[in-house]
């Protein structure tokens, strides 16, 4: 019995350390940073009216931040600027969720912020940042990138973008 006890007490602990670490499986605290919008935010709460939409995703949308337009080429097809936010919106928690939420974004401006980092941080300070913020390093090396996680959350790191994103699951197997 006292074994039972023991066991239920270390769950209740685990529980609360999560609930109180400020990341839940469908939530993460926005941190000081340059973006308009935040991985997880609910797309409702969100006016994406000033943002060009990027056509060419199915099962969501694509926004880009409103500081940046897309080229148009010869061809009449856009491109994305060399240098830009682009915001992913899609069901979420799962692909049948009626909500909608911001379930990527992929940074290629370095002027952007994100727990005090962006694509011109060393290696070093990335890892740093990441860790104190209570991420951990899931791959990669400072050579190739790195994939840090926390929760539901992913942050990659890769030569010339950072990308933000949030689990998503797909139970009752959509197909777009």
Not at 10 to 24: E, H, K, P, V, Y
Not at 114 to 130: P, R, W
Request: aromatic share 10%; proline share 4%.
């Amino acid at each position: 019995m006292k074994r039972f006890f023991s066991i239920v007490l270390t769950a209740l602990i685990a529980l609360n350390c999560l609930l109180l670490s400020g990341c839940s499986a469908r939530t993460l605290p926005r941190p000081e940073t340059d973006l308009e919008f935040w991985i997880g935010e609910n797309a409702e709460d969100a006016d994406f009216s000033r943002c060009a939409e990027k056509h060419g995703i199915m099962g969501g949308r694509e926004y880009y931040g409103s500081a940046y337009t897309p080229a148009v080429g010869g061809n009449g097809l856009e491109t994305d600027p060399d240098e830009c936010v682009i915001y992913t919106v899609a069901p979420y928690p799962d692909a049948s969720s009626e909500a909608r939420h911001v379930v990527r974004i992929t940074i290629t401006d370095p002027a952007v912020s994100v727990y005090g980092i962006t694509l011109n941080s060393a290696d070093a300070e990335i890892a740093a940042a990441m860790k104190g913020n209570g991420f951990r390093l899931v791959s990669g090396d400072t050579a190739g990138g790195m994939t840090f996680k926390k929760g539901g959350f992913t942050f990659r790191f890769d030569s010339g973008k950072i990308v933000i994103s949030a689990a998503t699951t797909n139970k009752k197997g959509i197909q777009y």
